[in-house]
Each structure stands twice: as C-alpha cells, then as structure tokens.
C-alpha cells in the first residue's frame, strides 16, 4: 500500500500571502489529522477530519482552515501567512478516528514564511 | 485540558549506555503510543500500551505503562547510532484526541 503523501514537500511564502496544502491518506483510511511541528513546540495539534467533518480542532487561530473531500483527501488553508507560521506540516492518516488507531505520518511540507 | 509531558527534552548517551524516557500524562489514559522520528523524517509509530502495568519488548527497547495509566516509560538498551531522533509518546483518555507528549531528543555519540 501507498504511504500517506504530501504535496508540496516543500513551499516558500512572503507574509501575508495565503497557502494549501494537501494531504492523500492511505488508501481505506478515513481519519487525517493535521500537525504543525516547530523546533520550539514540538507537534501542535491543529485539526482532525473524518468523513468530511471536522472532529476536533487544536488551538490555533482562524486563520488556519482544512477540509477533508468525499475520497477522504485533505487539504489545510492558512491566510495572511505570518513569520511564526515557518514550520514543518504533518498530516497523519488512520483507518478510523478512534483515538487507539495508529497515526500513519506523511513526510511533511516544509513551509517557510518571509 | 489533557497534557502530555516528557522528560528529559534532550538525551546525549555514548553508544553502548542505556536510556529512559518518561511520559507524564495529566489526566489517566486509555491507551498510549510511541513514536520515532529520525532526523529530517515523520514520525512513525514503534508500539500501543493499553493495559495497566503493561510490559511490552522490541529487541533492545522496552516499553512500559503505569499502573494508574498516567505514565509510560521508553527504555533503550546498549543504544546504537541507529537510535539518533526523538522519541514521543502519544495519550488518549477515551474518546479524546490523541495528546502528543513534548517529545524526547537522543543523541548517540559513537
């Protein structure tokens, strides 16, 4: 089976600007979590999708959005980019949302804000 | 809101010694998971604890999950270079998300 993939792997940015992200899960998994990973922070839960809906949500200001499509793909949405928003972006898939399944992790996008 | 502490942040060890990791949760846990992330990679996941005093082995690395399922420990024999990333734990109390812990960096000098 496919791993989770992530495009683009990595993206440049000025401030201001907007970004997406994608995200395709494994092939029968349903669950895609997004992670935003800074040095300083360690992973930051930022939100979790199942059948198109939006179970949980992290702490992260609106300028951050996802949505999940009908084949289970992700895509994350950050507006008015700002220098702190340099990261790298996980998405994690799962069979289910059940907090005991396992996260598979897709290499990341490296995003850098200027 | 559930929180997930590890210590220490940072773990230097010459080849050949042992090292622990410990996973604090705030609240009791359901289950709890590892994670390894090698350096410039994603995280995968090592093993899942789901029962109290839980005791589990993968060749050189012991997982452990305590009997009041707030804490979980990693422990590493004889590390090896093969061992360099950081290491996180991962909790869920029920049907709460799953809390990543703050994450533990090893170092191995050969």
């Known amino acids: 089976k496919a791993g989770v993939t992530q495009t683009p792997r990595y993206l440049i940015k000025t401030r201001g600007q907007q970004v997406t992200l994608s995200c395709s899960p494994i092939s029968g998994h349903r669950s895609v979590s997004w992670y935003q990973q800074t040095p300083g922070q360690g992973l930051q839960f930022l939100f979790e999708y199942f059948s198109e809906t939006q179970r949980n949500k992290g702490n992260f200001p609106g300028r951050f959005s996802g949505r999940q499509f009908s084949n289970s793909r992700s895509e994350m949405n950050v507006s008015t980019l700002e220098l702190g928003d340099s990261a790298l972006y996980l998405c994690?898939?799962?069979?289910?949302?059940?907090?005991?399944?396992?996260?598979?992790f897709g290499p990341g996008t490296r995003l850098t804000v200027l | 809101g559930q929180q997930v502490m590890q210590i220490p942040q940072y773990q230097h060890v010459q080849e050949g010694e042992d090292f622990t990791t410990y996973c604090n949760s705030s609240t009791t846990l359901s289950n709890i998971q590892w994670y390894k992330q090698r350096p410039g990679g994603h995280p995968v996941f090592l093993i899942q604890?789901?029962?109290?005093?839980e005791v589990k082995k993968q060749k050189r690395l012991t997982f452990q999950f305590g009997e009041a399922k707030k804490n979980s420990s990693l422990h590493i024999t004889a590390t090896q270079t093969t061992d360099v990333g950081t290491y996180f734990c991962?909790?869920?109390?029920?049907?709460?998300?799953?809390?990543f812990g703050t994450g533990t960096k090893l170092q191995v000098i050969p």
């Open positions: 991962a909790g869920s109390g029920g049907y709460q998300k799953v809390t």
């Open positions: 994690a898939s799962s069979l289910e949302a059940r907090p005991a399944d396992t996260q598979y």
């Open positions: 604890l789901v029962k109290s005093g």
